[in-house]
């Protein structure tokens, strides 16, 4: 009899952990979708509201602008609130931001009513990552990460398309108002599937700075930016260089752009399983990759098939790297992880926003055809902070294991 009470709760865990995963993930997917669905509906908001495409752009602004300053804000106010607590917190701020969203009658409204959302953004996907590293065995960490973060690619593949569908058919609310939807099934599934973990002594707010402004954690905080910047400042403008330098008409860039949501997913999902093997050798590897794809792209942009299949790598490179980047702040941060494992996604955006930003000047003042340059370029100063990191890991790790050895 005791012999099987000691071993229910073993097969228990190993049945309702991938479920619980799977909780995080559709709450990673249900932002994914919140955050650029958006883009796809700018005419049908602006219409509605009565304000400029300009106007409606600040949308998205105030969306990164909220990811990146709530996430370590909120973090500061709600560390001491045990991790599922603070998850089921979150997802409920993320429900009323986007509800708030559906039925906003001014466009003031749905700036503050995104700019709430985007507050839970960050912090839900720091903690989630968090959670995630917790419910697996310690060499399956990156690939938890990765799951979660999948929401975020699958959204882009599935989520954003369907989602734009629904809001075309049906007006912009009615697509806010699926994503409400989803939301709460997250919730439902947090609640019930994710296990009350065991949390260590909670650190102060000042173990938590002091992880954070560790220089090897700014240094991969400003990697990862720089990573990110690679990418939005293509991202951003793929579109338009696919329709003046490849020649696609614009119906065909919607399936290419689709192609790279599989290559990030994949990415995600490879990068997550190379991390958990080398994690800063892969890492590493994936920026090299990401360089040389980035500068083949300004040759293979110019014919309709090596575009597409650049384009497809590119979006498994840019991608690759994510998990990594978020393990290696964890494991720099151990005693204290939360407002560094929170701020990385402040950091992300802010690459996102950067990148798109210098992506735009290289346009103005060089041409479209200078913006994979440009990104090279980015991906290559990312590469450089990943060797400092390991560098100076591998001195760090010498100079404390010297005392022992001697």
Not at 34 to 52: C, K, S
Not at 143 to 168: D, E, H, R, W
Not at 190 to 204: C, G, M, T
């Amino acid at each position: 009899m005791s012999s099987s009470n000691n071993l229910e709760p073993s097969s228990r865990k190993k049945r309702l952990f991938p479920l619980s995963l799977l909780c995080l993930t559709l709450g990673a997917f249900a932002i994914g979708m919140t955050e650029f669905i958006i883009m796809g509906l700018l005419p049908n908001v602006a219409d509605d509201l009565h304000v400029t495409i300009p106007q409606a752009g600040q949308l998205i602004t105030s969306y990164a602008l909220g990811v990146a300053v709530g996430a370590p804000i909120l973090t500061v106010l709600t560390h001491r609130i045990p991790q599922k607590k603070l998850l089921t917190l979150l997802m409920f701020i993320f429900i009323i931001g986007n509800a708030l969203s559906m039925i906003a009658p001014v466009y003031s409204l749905l700036i503050a009513a995104r700019v709430m959302t985007a507050f839970a953004h960050g912090t839900f996907l720091g903690v989630g990552s968090l959670i995630a590293t917790r419910l697996v065995q310690p060499d399956k960490r990156a690939g938890a990460v990765s799951v979660v973060l999948a929401g975020l690619t699958i959204a882009n593949i599935i989520g954003v398309p369907f989602g734009t569908f629904i809001g075309q058919q049906l007006g912009w609310r009615a697509s806010f108002g699926a994503i409400t939807i989803l939301g709460i099934i997250s919730l439902i599934g947090i609640v019930r599937f994710i296990p009350l973990l065991q949390q260590e002594k909670i650190s102060d707010l000042g173990q938590q700075f002091r992880s954070l402004i560790n220089p090897q954690v700014l240094l991969v905080l400003l990697t990862g930016a720089l990573g990110c910047g690679s990418l939005f400042a293509v991202f951003t403008y793929i579109t338009p260089m696919l329709e003046t330098i490849t020649g696609f008409a614009e119906h065909s860039v919607t399936w290419i752009l689709v192609l790279f949501g599989f290559g990030v997913t994949i990415g995600n999902m490879v990068g997550g399983k190379l991390a958990d093997w080398k994690l800063m050798p892969s890492l590493m590897a994936n920026f090299a990759l990401l360089v040389v794809i980035l500068a083949l792209l300004t040759v293979t942009l110019h014919n309709p098939y090596t575009a597409i299949i650049t384009v497809f790598c590119w979006g498994v490179a840019a991608f690759g790297i994510m998990p990594g980047i978020q393990i290696r702040i964890m494991n720099l941060t151990r005693e204290a992880p939360l407002l560094a494992a929170t701020s990385s996604h402040s950091a992300l955006n802010l690459g996102n926003a950067g990148g798109a930003y210098l992506g735009g000047l290289a346009i103005t003042f060089t041409g479209l055809p200078s913006v994979p340059w440009l990104a090279a370029l980015l991906a290559a100063l990312a590469l450089i902070g990943a060797i400092v990191s390991y560098q100076t890991g591998k001195r760090s790790s010498t100079s404390t294991s010297l005392p022992q050895s001697a």
